[in-house]
């Protein structure tokens, strides 16, 4: 009966578990928290919280690469998904058609301000070069800085799969926490009197524009970055089904069924990947680090663009406040920077203003991306 016991005990997860695997339980069990008490990107990071939970169980073997005819852990067949980078276009297609580019259309100088809120991810590239990074995990460790989850699996699992982990963990995290980094950036880097700037309505665009700008945004980047087709290419499709009002069905299938089935798949996957073995390590410290500098860097340069453009403009056509939202964290972005330009002045409206540089923002990353791996693939 004691062998029978002994044998059991044995046979149990509580037998074999490491202190690695319980710290990593423990921040599984922290994320929950901060996504379901603190409403920190909840879609987002309960599933990834609970795949990092899952993975780090011992003895379920959930993401257990199967040798000859036994089957694999169930995680492994969701992180084909990943690893095949099939679950990021496909949030891409959601994305796209939830997303008005009509503020973008109306104010084509907003595109600049997503352009420059990129530049975080090039300066921390180098920044990660200097530190002993190889140019791929450079490149992957870089693209946190445009606040897009999707696009910064895209690029890592093409360029560094093993750092997939803690870049993916990272970007949604900053992305979770862009209400609490980006507003004493934002406010360090203006006055009052720029923060109060009311800026013009802006036009009505046509449902003609709104129907050719995905068809054309498609064919210039696909031919300019072939490489960033894929994300480009189904943000566009599914901005395409929305604006052209005759595939109604498919358009709320994208903004609701298929997303929500890819984003609990993607989480997963992604969660599973921070095993304890390969997340404990130096370099996810660096790489939390060097994310929060490109992410801060990015809304940065969105605000200074701003202010320059103001200089050059004459006059202050733009409150600079909307040049945050050019990371491509779609609408939080926007929604800060009219959280902040209300407080100043509660009767300015920056919502719709910020929404452009923010899709900008989502281009911006993709186009990123396209360059990155054009360059190290």
């Known amino acids: 009966m ?80 990943v690893k095949k980078t099939v679950f990021p276009p496909l949030i891409f297609l959601g994305v796209g058609a939830m997303t008005d580019f009509g503020p973008l ?14 530049a975080g991810i090039f300066f921390t590239f180098v920044g990660a070069i200097l530190m002993g990074f190889t140019g791929q995990e450079a490149a992957s460790i870089g693209i946190i800085g445009g606040a897009d989850g999707p696009t910064a699996i895209f690029l890592t699992s093409r360029l560094a799969p093993d750092l997939l982990g803690p870049i993916a963990v990272a970007a949604y995290a900053y992305m979770a926490l862009v209400p609490i980094i980006q507003p004493p950036i934002m406010k360090a880097l203006t006055t009052k009197e720029e923060r109060m700037i009311k800026m013009q309505q802006l036009r009505v665009v046509s449902k003609v524009e709104k129907i050719v700008f995905p068809i054309i945004v498609t064919i210039l980047v696909s031919l300019l970055l072939p490489s960033a087709a894929a994300l480009v290419g189904l943000l566009m499709f599914g901005n395409l089904l929305k604006e052209c009002l005759v595939t109604d ?72 406040l909307i040049g945050s939202a050019g990371v491509s964290a779609v ?47």
């Open 249 to 320: 069905r498919l358009s709320k299938t994208a903004q609701n069924e298929l997303v929500n089935i890819v984003t609990i798949l993607l989480g997963l996957a992604v969660g599973a990947t921070a095993q304890a073995e390969q997340f404990l390590k130096l370099d996810t410290i660096q790489i939390i680090a060097l994310g929060v500098v490109a992410f801060g860097l990015g809304t940065a340069c969105g605000v200074l663009l701003a202010k320059l453009m103001n200089k050059l403009l004459g006059g202050n056509a733009i409150n600079p």
């Open 331 to 377: 609408p939080m972005a926007a929604r800060v920077s009219q959280t902040v330009g209300q407080k100043e002045n509660p009767s300015n409206f920056l919502l719709m203003h910020a929404m452009g540089p923010n899709v900008a923002g989502v281009i911006g990353s993709a186009v990123a991306a396209g360059v990155l791996l054009t360059l190290f693939n």
């Open 2 to 81: 004691l062998e029978v016991l002994i044998e059991f005990w044995q046979s149990t997860g509580f037998y074999s578990i490491t202190i690695q695997q319980i710290i990593m339980i423990l921040v599984a069990c922290g994320l929950l928290y901060l996504a379901i008490a603190k409403k920190f990107e909840p879609l987002l990071l309960v599933p990834i919280a609970f795949g990092m939970l899952l993975t780090n169980l011992p003895m379920a073997g959930l993401m257990h690469e199967a040798i000859g005819d036994e089957p694999s852990g169930l995680l492994y067949y969701f992180g084909l998904g």
């Open 105 to 118: 259309i109306a104010n084509p100088k907003s595109l600049f301000l997503g352009a420059a809120a990129q």
